[in-house]
Structure formats: structure tokens, C-alpha cells
């Protein structure tokens, strides 16, 4: 048994040896008087801690394999302490041994750490996802009883022509609410038990803190890092139509898709003085973005500024984009190239005359789209490339008409996976889509509307099911046309500002760059 415990023997000062000291260095395992204390202290090539000497044992754990001694030393290999009869033992003669209240100190270090980041980030996150899904509750509530209201006045000037179809509209409109409400219920559940775990967690923290059983604690932060995405639902609308008895069931009217969407915001550097204007994925895990300095920027979807490269000529790019073999290219339209990034070297791949490159895209035979304009601005086409040798131009119709454009404004394009060619010609307010062979397939120029903003395209995308999004960005919302142009619906919500570049990943993932905010959207949905 340690001497000092043993209450047969008199307890003196280290120092002086005045009986009863008041005071221990738990660092020095040393008892001390008043007197000498300050002495002790001047000892500045040690490290020192006083205590009370009635708390002189609080801060050792008793060893676990002699339970009447008291763990002096820790063991950074086995990761467990460790009394001086242990190290008589030999069990820890070859390992690293440090002093236990070091270990005590930083044990207690990382606890703090996490506590903090527990209470000061996780915790009000999770608190805002739940916020949100109530305001979101709230909402869906009301926006059913609104388009119950507007169903049933409109069911009033048709008389009994129209209940059965007006039962079935109200039907849906309780199973699209249903439908949400259970996506709501489920992660408001989901978010409410992450949100007991974390406060029991910062409860046990709390009391580790005050207690000498920190050995056994194994951090749990990482469980809670990752940020569940927020929740948008898309609330439906009632689309009624012009009354027709003939047809009736037809023209009574509409209820426009509803669809629970997870979006994950990407903050960047960008803002109202670098605006952000395209992005292209990397990965599933990153995505490219370019903006109107000379850097392009790689991000992870936690935020994190992954690679920053500036264009070789020091100007601004056009565009960006990622090969096939996962490199970046992107187009410079003062010095007229197309650059690729190789081990961060830049080279030149397409060096163009009395042209300007302005937006491409990688295509699935591993060669470019490259949207261009004349240098006057008086003409404009899409090229095809394999590496710098030009296979392809696409410039007119049948009837020798322009497809595109002539000006120098972004005419995003992108590959469908049925190899057609789309263009979102911003200054046309149209999406041109031709097929591999340059033949025209349809051009859409949005839905007719006396209240919205001219239809105005920007970004452009399209996912494996060979459906073309496309960005509205004056009305704020993301237009799906199937492959033949017909429009399916819109992505369309409170938390989508300015859309712009669009690019989507391998899970059909979508990622918007938002022009007003600075920040990458992602957007999990089932379209």
C-alpha cells in the first residue's frame, strides 16, 4: 500500500517536515505546508499542480490490476494506466510511459474541445434542421387547405358535373399530404433521437469533467459531424382549367407534382463581388466551381476548400469541366484556349484564331463541346473536339438558319446520355437540343406565363435518365423537360436563389451554383 495513505504513519511536509501539511503537488507527489509552497512553486523546470491534501487521491485512478495502488504513469501503447507495481511487473518496461496527469490534462483538453463543439455547432444545427421541419409542417398544412379552398370554389361553377373529380383531387391532395408529412415525421424522428443523444452525450461529458473515469472515453463527435441535410418539400399548386363539359375530367384541372427534396448548402468564397458561376462534379464527393477571378476553386460538400488553381493566363475562365479521366479543363475566352490541368500543370489543348471559346463540357467518347463566337460576335456554333483535332461543327438548321445566338453571352452546354447535344442559350431565352448528328430535336423556350419573368437559361445538366434540367434564374427555379423536351415539372422552393450552373453527379445528385449567395446547392430528390 502507498505509504502515504497508510494512516499508521505521520504525515510531514516533503520540505520542512511540519506535520500535517495542508497542501500536495499531485505533479511531484509531494505533501506541503503553507510555508512551503511557494517554494515548490519557484521549481519552474517542473510542472506543478497543488491541491488540498484530502483531494491529493482524486486525481490518480486506482490501478486496475492492484487495486490498493493508485496509477502514477500511462502506458501510450497499451493506452490504459498504470501503477509502479506494474512497471516492477515488466508488462510496460518496452513501451512508452508518460505521467498520468499529463495524460489527465489532455484527456480533459479533448473533452472541453468536444463539449464546445457539441454545444456551440452540432447541437444548434440539429436544433435548426428540427426548426425547420416544423415550419415546414406548418406549411404543408396550410398550403393543403388553401388548395382544398381553391379546389372547392372552383368545383362551385361546375356543379355536379365535376364531384367525382373534384373527390379525386381532394384525394390526392391528402396522400401528397400524407406522403410529406411522413418524410417530415420521419426525419423530424430521426433528427429529434440525434438531438437526445448529443444532449445525454454533453451530459456525460459534463460529468466526466469532473471525474477521474476520462480513461475510458472514446470521443463521439464524428457520429455527429456530418450534418444531416435540410429538408424542402415542394409544395404542390392547383392548376385549374377553363371549363370545358365535354371534356371535363381534363379541364377541371391539376395538381402539379409534389416531392421532398434534401438539400446540403456549400458554403465558398464567392459572393455579390465574385459572383459564382459554374460548377462541374469531380466526384460525388466534389465539385469545381469558377466564379469571375481568375481561380478555380475545388470544394468538398462539407464546405471545405479542397485545390485552388489560377488559369494560366491570369484571366477570368468562361467555364469549367472534368474529363472522362477525372481532369479539369476549362476555356479562357480573352486568350482564346481551351486549357486542360495535368498534376497541376496547365496545358494548352485548343488555341483558336478569329474565335472565342465561351462554355463546354466533356463528352462520353472522351473528347469536348465547345460552345464559340466569332470575334465580331456576329456568329456562333459548337464545336466537337477529340484532344486538339476539331471532328464536328454544328452552326445551322435545314434551312441554313442559326441554331444559337451570335453574341458573347453563356450558351452552357452539356452531352445527354442519348448523346444529344443541349444548349441553354441564355440570350435566345431557349434550350436548343439537336442529336449527335446536328439535327435539330427540339427547342424549348419555357412555359407561357403573365406573371413570371421572361424565361432566361443558364446552367444546363442532364441525368440518367436522359431528362435535361436547366437553371431559370431570374424565377428561381430548375425547368426538367424529358428527352424530347416535354416539361415535367419544376424544382422550385423558398431556398433556391439566382440558379445558374448546374452539374449532376453519378447518384443523380443535382449541384447548383447559386449567383446571388455565393453557394453550391445540392439537391436529393426523386424526380
Known amino acids: 500500500m502507498d505509504s502515504e495513505f497508510n494512516l499508521q504513519d505521520v504525515v510531514r511536509c516533503h520540505l520542512c517536515e511540519a506535520p500535517v501539511p495542508p497542501l500536495h503537488c499531485a505533479f511531484c507527489r509531494m505533501h506541503l505546508c503553507f510555508t512551503c509552497k ?3 512553486l519557484s521549481h519552474k523546470s517542473e510542472e506543478h499542480q497543488i491541491v488540498p491534501f484530502n483531494e491529493r487521491g482524486r486525481l490518480y485512478p486506482k490501478c486496475s490490476k492492484h487495486p490498493t495502488n493508485l496509477c502514477d504513469l500511462y502506458c501510450k501503447q497499451c493506452d490504459v494506466p498504470f501503477c509502479f507495481e506494474c512497471v516492477s511487473s515488466g508488462k510496460h518496461l518496452e513501451h512508452t510511459q508518460v505521467n498520468i496527469l499529463n495524460v489527465l490534462k489532455q484527456k480533459k483538453k479533448i473533452i472541453q474541445r468536444d463539449l464546445k463543439e457539441f454545444e456551440n455547432s452540432i447541437y444548434p444545427k440539429y436544433k435548426e434542421i428540427a426548426f425547420n421541419i416544423l415550419v415546414q409542417k406548418d406549411g404543408l398544412n396550410e398550403n393543403a387547405m388553401k388548395l382544398t379552398i381553391a379546389i372547392n370554389k372552383h368545383g362551385e361553377a ?5 364531384d367525382i373529380a373534384i373527390k379525386k383531387l381532394q384525394s390526392d391532395v391528402d396522400k401528397m399530404k400524407y406522403k410529406c408529412m411522413v418524410d417530415l415525421q420521419k426525419l423530424e424522428d430521426e433528427i429529434n433521437n440525434s438531438i437526445s443523444d448529443i444532449t445525454q452525450t454533453s451530459a456525460k461529458l459534463t460529468q466526466l469533467l469532473n471525474s477521474n473515469e476520462v480513461f475510458s472515453y472514446k470521443p463521439r463527435n464524428t457520429e455527429f459531424q456530418t450534418i444531416p441535410p435540410k429538408i424542402v418539400v415542394s409544395l404542390p399548386k392547383f392548376i385549374p382549367q377553363t371549363i370545358n363539359r365535354k371534356q371535363i375530367h381534363r379541364q377541371i384541372g391539376s395538381l402539379s407534382a409534389s416531392s421532398t427534396f434534401f438539400i446540403t448548402e456549400i458554403n465558398t468564397a464567392y459572393g455579390k463581388t465574385n459572383t459564382l458561376y459554374s460548377v462541374a462534379c469531380q466526384n460525388d464527393q466534389e465539385v469545381w466551381t469558377r466564379g469571375l477571378d481568375s481561380m ?11 485545390k485552388s488553381i489560377q488559369t494560366k493566363s491570369g484571366n477570368t475562365p468562361s467555364d469549367v469541366a472534368v ?10 475566352y480573352e486568350d482564346k484556349t481551351v486549357n486542360i490541368v495535368k498534376n497541376t500543370q496547365i496545358q494548352k489543348i485548343i488555341k483558336l484564331g478569329s474565335w472565342r471559346p465561351c462554355n463546354l463540357c466533356s463528352t462520353s467518347s472522351g473528347g469536348l463541346l465547345v460552345a464559340i463566337v466569332s470575334d465580331d460576335q456576329k456568329r456562333s456554333k459548337v464545336v466537337r473536339y477529340s484532344g486538339s483535332t476539331k471532328k464536328q461543327t454544328i452552326q445551322f438548321d435545314d434551312k441554313g438558319q442559326p441554331f444559337y445566338s451570335s453574341n ?4 452552357y452546354i452539356c452531352e445527354n446520355k442519348n448523346l444529344d447535344i443541349c444548349v441553354a442559350d441564355n440570350e435566345a431565352g431557349a434550350v436548343v437540343v439537336v442529336n449527335q448528328a446536328g439535327e435539330l430535336q427540339f427547342i424549348y423556350t419555357g412555359l407561357p406565363s403573365k406573371t413570371e419573368k421572361p424565361f432566361f437559361p443558364f446552367g444546363i445538366a442532364t441525368d440518367s435518365q436522359s431528362r435535361v434540367l436547366t437553371a431559370d434564374c431570374d424565377n428561381h427555379r430548375i425547368h426538367i423537360l424529358d428527352q424530347i423536351g416535354n416539361f415535367l415539372r419544376y424544382i422550385d422552393n423558398s431556398h433556391l436563389v439566382m440558379p445558374c450552373g448546374l452539374c449532376v453527379d453519378t447518384k443523380d445528385n443535382l449541384f447548383v451554383a447559386e449567383t446571388s449567395q455565393g453557394k453550391v446547392m445540392k439537391i436529393q430528390c426523386n424526380l
Open 408 to 411: 458573347a453571352s453563356p450558351k
Open 158 to 162: 361546375l356543379h355536379r358535373e365535376i
Open 323 to 332: 474529363t472522362q479521366d477525372g481532369e479539369l479543363v476549362y476555356t479562357d
Open 38 to 40: 511557494n517554494e515548490h
Open 296 to 306: 478555380i476553386r475545388l470544394y468538398n460538400i462539407h464546405s471545405k476548400l479542397v
